[in-house]
């Protein structure tokens, strides 16, 4: 069931990213290790909104470069929370790299292709799927072939082409209902 989140967008509670997390590690035939770690990443990668002024997540114009600093320490802000749980010190440092982009302009930290764990990788394609799929107070949820068009796009800038293709393969059998 959908609920309202801290950024004003319908949140599907984590547990759609979860499950696409899931599917999606599993086709990939992703290392056990990695799926759980993945799964992990999903229900707390986006815990760096609670350190966003509530102004900057519902602005309804352009971020100002302030603004857009302030979400960049977003995952900075979510490692730091996910650290202090014992047991999660690894989740922690794949949460810091889900805003990692394949081709390094991503953030915090610019890295660059294999150098950003395979679990962020994977969250990473697996939350734009999500979002896109995801009814926006500026837009319905995105139609299937627009979904997989901008994934397309982003593949080997964005994402790593690899999962966005899994990603592809995948939602062309289940497509989550917003």
């Known amino acids: 069931m959908a609920r309202q989140s801290r950024d004003g967008y319908p949140s599907l509670a984590g547990v759609d990213l979860r499950e696409i997390v899931e599917l999606l590690s599993e086709s990939m ?3 056990p290790n990695v799926r759980e770690e993945a799964r992990r990443v999903a ?22 470069e302030t603004e857009r600093a302030e979400l960049r320490g977003a995952p900075i802000f979510a ?7 014992p047991g999660y010190e690894t989740v922690a440092e794949h949460v810091r790299h889900v805003h990692e982009r394949w081709d390094g302009k991503g953030y915090p930290d610019g890295l660059k292709g294999t150098d950003i764990p395979l679990a962020s990788r994977i969250v990473a394609v697996a939350a734009a799927f999500q979002a896109m799929s995801s009814p926006r107070p500026f837009r319905a949820p995105m139609h299937p072939r627009a979904i997989a068009g ?29």
């Not at 760096?48 to 509530?54: D, E, K, M, S, T």
């Open 150 to 178: 901008e994934l397309r796009a982003g593949a080997g800038t964005q994402f790593d082409p690899e999962i966005v293709a899994a990603m592809l393969s995948l939602a062309r059998e289940w497509t989550p209902q917003p």
């Open 43 to 64: 229900g707390l990668q986006d815990l760096g909104l609670l350190g966003i002024r509530g102004a900057t997540l519902s602005a309804k114009r352009p971020l100002d």
């Open 29 to 31: 035939q992703a290392p």
């Open 79 to 85: 490692q730091t929370l996910v650290a202090s749980m």
